[in-house]
């Protein structure tokens, strides 16, 4: 089975830091794109970020110019660093992972900023 394992969600006050990793056991070789998600209840998954494997990005209006994604092929790992956090980004967290077959999830990770 492919896994897609996350961390790195918390607790943390508005204007503050995380870094979220998806750890991914498929070779960099199969990947088309790396995304990220956030769902909050009621409502539905959104696009965070995605980056392709040629190394374009984009990202949700909401957070560009606070987020980034990045992967460090070496580790099979693919980050977002998200900065200036507001209480509107607090969601859960998925990791998306599209191949040139098929697609995979991550668990998700919760992410809270509080006031």
């Known amino acids: 089975q492919v896994q897609l394992v996350e961390s790195g969600g918390g607790l943390v006050q508005a204007g503050g830091s995380l870094r979220l990793s998806c750890a991914v056991s498929v070779s960099t070789s199969s990947i088309a794109s790396m995304r990220w998600y956030r769902q909050t209840p009621g409502k539905q998954r959104e696009l965070v970020a995605s980056?392709?494997?040629?190394?374009?990005?984009n990202y949700l209006d909401s957070v560009k110019g606070r987020f980034t994604i990045s992967r460090d092929n070496a580790k099979n790992t693919v980050y977002l660093q998200m900065n200036s956090l507001k209480p509107e980004d607090t969601a859960v967290y998925y990791c998306?992972?599209?191949?040139?077959?098929?697609?995979?999830w991550g668990q998700g990770t919760q992410v809270t900023v509080s006031s």
């Open positions: 980056l392709s494997n040629s190394g374009r990005t």
């Open positions: 998306n992972v599209v191949t040139w077959a098929s697609e995979y």
